[in-house]
């Protein structure tokens, strides 16, 4: 493992179960375990699977400029944003290219719990709340851990009144095996599933006692990786993994448009002036490429670099494949030129394995979005 500046308070039950806690964001995270990693890709998509992901950085902004400053810095409009509810939102450059997402989480009037992954939106957070009404505090104690699929639900009811009744990207202050915690509706696999927030201290008692009462659902232990499996079916990207930042164009900068990411969505229709708003604008209709999916005619899984040729030529690179025992299909997320992100557009697969394939709509899973918005 790298040398981790965080750690997590459930690192002992990460190697415990194989882990070696390969660094991410500073955390020394489980990317993998012991077991099959289609054993918790089948867990989490027929049952539930609980996964440690506090490696996500967890920051609070509190003041009578937090609302303006994550108005001016994200693509959404936060005045919509009420207490106990949240939003998924991007970071942009001056130039109009994708820098960062995250989840911003509204805990109070003037305050905010933002949620950034990899990218640089919380330096740019930090950087901007100078001289502003605005504290911002790095909560390292926090953690973070996620509990996702169809039976979360059944086994968070248990302990957890009127959790059915909580709404898609909406969260509750409350307390589960007496300890407290912030219950977030909200996940990263496509599946219903919940975020508990609770303190470092409890983490390990949440952690056990949820996997003991799961036992009668199901309920595993899942590793990181497992996120790769489902975040190809579910069209979920992951910074900078699908981003030029990682496959670089040959002759221009790094940086991509929400256009190209298909993250347009992330703009609220009622959005006013934000940065790099104005050239978000003004790149609509000049995408370089489109990230799209691609089915392959395998049995086995394509390579994160994977070659896609049509015409004689290459036309894209897939970022990011899985195989599904559950469907028997062989899927990938790719960068294709523009012309050929129409769906069943034949292509060529080269690189770990030579097959044919089709380009493919996304998401892959679901794609009216009904098993992450179920109620009751």
Aim: charged fraction near 25%; hydrophobic fraction near 40%.
């Amino acid at each position: 493992m790298a040398n981790s500046w965080r750690t997590s308070a459930l690192a002992d039950r990460h190697r415990a179960l194989g882990s070696k806690l390969e660094d991410w964001n500073g955390m020394g995270t489980a990317w993998t375990y012991d077991t099959d990693l289609a054993d918790a890709h089948e867990a989490i998509r027929t049952r539930a699977g609980l996964m440690d992901v506090s490696g996500l950085k967890k920051v609070h902004y509190v003041g009578p400029h937090a609302e303006s400053l994550l108005e001016y810095a994200t693509s959404r409009d936060i005045s919509k944003v009420y207490p106990g509810k949240s939003v998924y939102a991007t970071f942009l450059n001056e130039a109009g290219k994708f820098v960062d997402d995250c989840v911003i989480y509204r805990t109070g009037p003037n305050a905010f719990m933002v949620v950034h992954g990899a990218g640089i939106g919380h330096e740019m957070l930090v950087r901007s709340a100078q001289g502003r009404q605005v504290a911002v505090l790095f909560d390292d104690d926090l953690h973070d851990l996620s509990l996702q699929g169809p039976l979360a639900v059944e086994l968070l009811a248990e302990c957890v009144p009127g959790i059915r009744d909580l709404p898609y990207f909406h969260h509750i202050q409350t307390r589960l095996f007496d300890c407290p915690v912030m219950i977030s509706r909200t996940g990263y696999t496509g599946e219903r599933g919940y975020e508990i927030f609770c303190k470092a201290t409890d983490a390990p008692l949440i952690w056990d006692t949820l996997l003991e009462k799961g036992a009668a659902y199901g309920v595993v232990p899942c590793a990181f990786t497992a996120l790769d499996w489902l975040r190809v079916e579910s069209y979920l990207l992951f910074y900078p993994y699908d981003n030029s930042e990682k496959y670089p164009f040959v002759d221009q900068p790094a940086g991509d448009t929400l256009w190209e990411l298909g993250l347009d969505f992330t703009v609220s229709p009622t959005k006013g002036e934000f940065r790099g708003g104005s050239e978000h604008k003004r790149l609509q209709g000049k995408e370089r490429f489109k990230i799209f999916g691609v089915l392959l005619d395998a049995k086995v899984a394509a390579a994160e670099g994977d070659a896609l040729w049509a015409d004689g030529r290459q036309v894209g690179i897939i970022t990011c494949a899985m195989y599904s025992r559950l469907t028997d299909q062989s899927m990938a997320i790719a960068r294709l030129h523009v012309p050929y992100a129409e769906q069943g557009v034949p292509l060529e697969v080269r690189g770990s394995l030579n097959a044919n394939a089709i380009a493919h709509t996304l998401p892959f899973d679901d794609p009216e979005k009904l098993k992450r918005t179920a109620k009751g």
